[in-house]
């Protein structure tokens, strides 16, 4: 008895023809019917009742038929699983809160490792981020709080910091740090990535208003010649500086406000942590370099 036989059983079950199941699964008819005596040879038994030009299950048939839905449901579910565990071996899928940690992760895990597929998206925290790895769509979430579950590993990434970006010409490109609140007056040009970062600091530029103004700017384009022709404040971050490049005329200085930074964790399920092993190393080595720019 094979697969196939039982395949072809089900069809004629389904379509209660044999050219019509013939049709279905691309087999001639006379074939269709030849499998057909030969498993009932094997069984031993009838399986249909046949009226003219329709043929349906009889009781034995009823039995067999229930046999071979779990007998096929099982060999899918072996695809599936088999499926699954080759694409944990070359794929990985990775979730993350915020543009900072991607931007830079993705392209410089890629480039070090090609034979490894990654398939990268965003989403915003909500207190839910276990059932991004439980429902095994994600391998790796980066996000903003470490999740305190039995199930999962948490590793802190980095403490992303935001940094003032300035003319070299400007006043406060001579001071080694920069308080915000100490500031009368400052208007601060910035991309509009979103994310968690972004809503932490916007809502601490609520309390600063109206003596320091925070202007968004949705276009990319139209930040970028803020940013690289004009004289205007930007800002950057710690982690961000990594793959912008805003310029030798600029200054890039460390704002002391704790409101504008950011810990970011890297969280998967425990059991998978064998066969993540190659980022997580990767990660490992660039948490060691950004400790290492810390003390410098």
């Known amino acids: 008895m094979e697969l196939t036989q039982l395949a072809q059983f089900k069809a004629i079950a389904e379509c209660q023809s044999l050219s019509r199941a013939a049709e279905k699964i691309y087999v001639s008819q006379p074939s269709l019917s030849a499998a057909l005596q030969k498993l009932e040879d094997e069984l031993g038994v009838r399986l249909f009742e046949r009226r003219k030009r329709r043929i349906f299950l009889n009781e034995t048939g009823k039995i067999a038929l229930s046999h071979v839905n779990i007998i096929l449901e099982q060999v899918e579910k072996?695809?599936?699983?088999?499926?699954?565990?080759?694409?944990?071996?070359?794929?990985?899928?990775?979730?993350?809160?915020?543009?900072?940690?991607?931007?830079y992760c993705i392209p410089k895990f890629s480039a070090e490792f090609p034979d490894i597929e990654v398939h990268y998206s965003r989403f915003?925290?909500?207190?839910?981020?276990?059932?991004?790895?439980?429902?095994?769509?994600?391998?790796?979430?980066?996000?903003?709080?470490?999740?305190?579950?039995?199930?999962?590993?948490?590793?802190?990434?980095?403490?992303d910091k935001h940094l003032l970006s300035v003319p070299a010409s400007y006043p406060l490109a001579k001071e080694k740090?920069?308080?915000?609140?100490?500031?009368?007056?400052?208007?601060i040009s910035q991309s509009n990535p979103g994310g968690s970062f972004l809503e932490k600091t916007k809502l601490f530029?609520?309390?600063?208003?109206?003596?320091?103004?925070?202007?968004?700017?949705?276009?990319?384009?139209?930040?970028?010649?803020?940013?690289?022709?004009?004289?205007?404040?930007?800002?950057?971050?710690?982690?961000?500086?990594?793959?912008?490049?805003?310029?030798?005329?600029?200054?890039?200085?460390?704002?002391?406000?704790?409101?504008?930074?950011?810990?970011?964790?890297?969280?998967y399920l425990t059991k998978n942590k064998k066969w993540l092993n190659p980022f997580l190393t990767w990660v490992k080595e660039c948490i060691n370099n950004f400790e290492k720019e810390e003390t410098v």
Do not use: W
Request: net charge negative; proline share 4%.
């Open 177 to 187: 740090i920069i308080s915000l609140r100490n500031i009368k007056t400052l208007e």
């Open 124 to 159: 915003e925290e909500n207190g839910k981020e276990f059932d991004l790895l439980l429902n095994g769509i994600n391998d790796i979430i980066f996000t903003s709080k470490a999740i305190e579950h039995n199930d999962v590993t948490c590793i802190h990434f980095i403490t």
């Open 205 to 267: 530029f609520e309390k600063l208003k109206p003596n320091i103004q925070l202007t968004l700017y949705d276009d990319p384009a139209v930040f970028n010649q803020i940013l690289h022709n004009t004289n205007g404040i930007t800002m950057n971050t710690r982690l961000v500086c990594h793959y912008r490049d805003d310029g030798p005329g600029r200054v890039l200085i460390p704002l002391a406000e704790t409101e504008l930074s950011i810990d970011y964790y890297i969280c």
């Open 78 to 103: 072996m695809k599936r699983d088999m499926n699954q565990y080759k694409r944990k071996e070359n794929t990985i899928f990775i979730a993350f809160c915020d543009p900072g940690p991607l931007r």
